[in-house]
């Protein structure tokens, strides 16, 4: 029955919407009283953990609607008795672009007998991110890091099996020093609305005054070498506005520089863009914007993992 309800849905998870700052899914429903009677039942699906995240009712014919963002989310609809008649999960190549480039990198890796090791920082509960399939197929090692207790809790719920992760609640810093850290979680919001967490202060005044807290946090380089013995293959960030102070800090002398970089790039003041670019391009990367989701990548050897 599902395969004949395919040619009135159409699934897009790459849809440009205006409100969004990155790509939604879409679903467009043609004819479908031809298939079965109205109204049918929309549902988004969390692909990590199978948590229904949105859900609506369809009365009408050609109808449209979104859900951003749609990284890693399942799409099922069911008829008026509750039926599923159509189902259309997330795979890598809806990912966007800097999502593959890493996952290639990896898998790449991997195939040469050389499983690579990476940290991402920033994870929130790993419902999304560039790193998740890649961490999710086992095709590289990783640590991950989360410094706000209620989402290190969910991703530890989400992650504590994989044989390939190891987990740290810690607030990774330039320093290592006790720094001011504001957080910003609602649980009744789903995804990235409540995961506003950040030390960059005047970031997000509105929230500073009753969630900061002075905590105790890891320089990047400490945890480099001490928890990842001084092996780092690939660096993951989304530190809300962090992402530059943090980059420029890693030393090289200490340890090799990954070979692929991600980071979040909107929320970095101008002149440590700037500072960043030239730090990256002199140490041998070559650095790429995707405005689609307002991160950036740097790559060093860049034509083996294309």
Known sequence: MEWRAKKYFNVNYNYKFPDFSSDVVAINVYDISKFTSLPIRIEIINSIDGT?????????DYYETWYGPGEMKDVIIRDANGVKIFERKWNLTDGTRLLK?????CHKMTSHNNKPTGLAIGTHAGYFGEWVPTVREKISNAFLVEASNKQFNRLY????????????????TTDGKDIEFFENYDPTIDEGK???????KGLFPEHEKIHGRMSPSTSLNEFIIKEMDGKIDWLHLDVEGYDAKLLLSMN???????????????????????????????????????????????????????
Request: net charge negative.
């Open 252 to 306: 090289e002398m200490l340890y090799s520089l990954p070979k692929l970089i991600i980071w979040e790039y909107t929320l970095i003041k101008q002149e440590e863009k700037l500072s960043l670019e030239k730090f990256l391009i002199d140490k041998g990367y070559t650095i790429d914007y995707d405005i689609s989701n307002n991160n950036a990548i740097a790559v060093k050897e860049k034509e083996k993992y294309e």
């Open 52 to 60: 229904l995240v949105y859900t609506t009712s369809i009365t009408t």
């Open 157 to 172: 719920e989400n992650y504590n099996d994989f044989s390939n992760v190891k987990l740290y609640e810690k607030l990774i």
């Open 194 to 200: 409540g995961y506003i967490n950040t030390v960059v």
């Open 101 to 105: 480039c890493l996952y290639n990198f």
